[in-house]
């Protein structure tokens, strides 16, 4: 089984931004968990983040066929993006969306996402602990299971 995580914008600043909302913990090391995680159940799991709507865009069109699961945080873009929204439904990947934040208790502008009616299920608010549970809940709802 294969899971592609993808980061959007300014999500490779973790750690240092806002550490009492996003906490202190660094992209590559949530990374290296969900790496050994995957280690331990034969999972191969491939890591992209990017700042750029486009390139987010290209990499989930690439993604199709290639992956039998998603899991996408797309930060800011999540309550913007209709070009992330499209490029999900075109991949056809069984998707996770995650959130360290819950953004449904936070300003206005984050209420909505673009994103959630297209994906099989949101984990918002948990922290680091949303990727983790997203991954377990990529590999349940995956393409394939072995
Ligand atoms: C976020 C929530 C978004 O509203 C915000 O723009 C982010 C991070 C989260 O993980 O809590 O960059 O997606």
């Not at 159940?41 to 990017?50: K, L, R």
């Not at 999900?88 to 996402?113: C, D, G, W, Y």
């Amino acid at each position: 089984m294969r899971i592609l995580f993808v980061n959007g914008p300014n999500l490779n600043l973790l750690g240092e931004r806002e550490p009492s909302i996003y906490g202190g913990t660094t992209l590559q090391q949530i990374n290296d968990r969900v790496r050994d995680k995957a280690r331990e159940t034969g999972v191969e799991v491939v890591f992209y983040q990017s700042n750029h709507e486009g390139e987010i865009v290209e990499r989930i069109q690439k993604a199709r066929g290639q992956f039998d699961a998603l899991v996408i945080n797309p930060a800011a873009f999540t309550h913007t993006s209709v070009a992330i929204r499209d490029a999900l439904i075109a991949a056809n990947i069984p998707t996770i969306e995650v959130h360290l934040s819950n953004p449904a208790k936070r300003e206005s502008f984050r209420q909505e996402s673009l994103i959630s009616d297209v994906v099989i299920g949101t984990v918002s608010g948990f922290g680091e602990t949303s990727y983790y549970l997203g991954f377990e809940a990529a590999k349940e709802f995956g393409k394939r299971k072995e």
